[in-house]
């Protein structure tokens, strides 16, 4: 069985640029959450998605948005780009909406902006 | 809102001896508790969680954690380290019926030495 798959693994982007990353979720799988890893801030919840409608938003300015689609395959945004948002990406999916569910974690995009 | 302390960002253990990575949250309500390990350059891999009933948790690679409602903790313990065990260790917090949105300590770093 396929684990979450993100593309790309890797990205430098310029500031002022915007990005996509792309999420690949587990197949059956209709959850999935997006998380920021930065070595100065840790791990953060951006969002989650499940069955195309947001159910949850971290604390991310508007530059930050995701979305899923029907197949539950999900990207997430970020326009404008900051130094700041030099991060790893992290996206991870569940079988269900529900806070007790494992997820499984995907390897991450690295996201490098200059 | 929850939150997840974890008390040294670095420890370091000789190989055979005992693993302790320390963890206390804050929940308004009974929480449910995680901990995931992240190898270098890869995603998070859940090693046990708690959500409801027996206390001690027996997870995967022969680590366990007991959840004491009345210390607030959920530590992490393995009797005997191994080398491969050296990685970053994340405790989190989520509560129930939240949808998913994970709560990450800042991280212990493990160190195992020969």
């Known amino acids: 069985k396929a684990g979450v798959t993100q593309t790309p693994r890797y990205l430098i982007k310029t500031r002022g640029q915007q990005v996509t990353l792309s999420c690949s979720p587990i197949?059956?799988?209709?959850?999935v959450s997006w998380y920021q890893q930065t070595p100065g801030q840790g791990l953060q919840f951006l969002f989650e998605?499940?069955?195309?409608?947001?159910?949850n938003k971290g604390n991310f300015p508007g530059r930050f948005s995701g979305r899923q689609f029907s197949n539950s395959r999900s990207e997430m945004n970020v326009s404008t780009l900051e130094l700041g948002d030099s991060a790893l990406y992290l996206c991870?999916?569940?079988?269900?909406?529900?806070?007790?569910?494992?997820?499984?974690f995907g390897e991450g995009s690295w996201l490098t902006v200059v | 809102a929850q939150s997840v302390t974890q008390l040294g960002s670095h420890v370091s253990v000789s190989e055979g001896a005992l693993v302790l990575l320390r963890c206390n949250y804050s929940?308004?309500?009974?929480?449910?508790l995680f901990w995931y390990v992240q190898y270098p350059n890869q995603g998070l891999q859940l090693l046990l969680k708690?959500?409801?009933?027996?206390?001690l948790v027996k997870g995967i690679n022969g680590f366990e954690a007991e959840f004491k409602k009345s210390e607030t903790s959920f530590h992490l313990t393995k009797p005997s380290a191994h080398m491969s065990d050296a990685a970053e260790y994340f405790c989190?917090?989520?509560?129930?019926?939240?949808?998913?949105?994970?709560?990450f300590g800042k991280g212990t770093s493990l160190l195992v030495t020969p």
């Open positions: 197949s059956g799988h209709r959850s």
């Open positions: 998605y499940f069955s195309e409608t947001q159910r």
């Open positions: 989190a917090v989520s509560l129930p019926n939240s949808g998913y949105a994970l709560n």
């Open positions: 991870a999916s569940s079988l269900v909406s529900e806070s007790g569910n494992t997820i499984y």
């Open positions: 708690y959500t409801t009933g027996a206390t």
């Open positions: 929940s308004s309500v009974p929480p449910y």
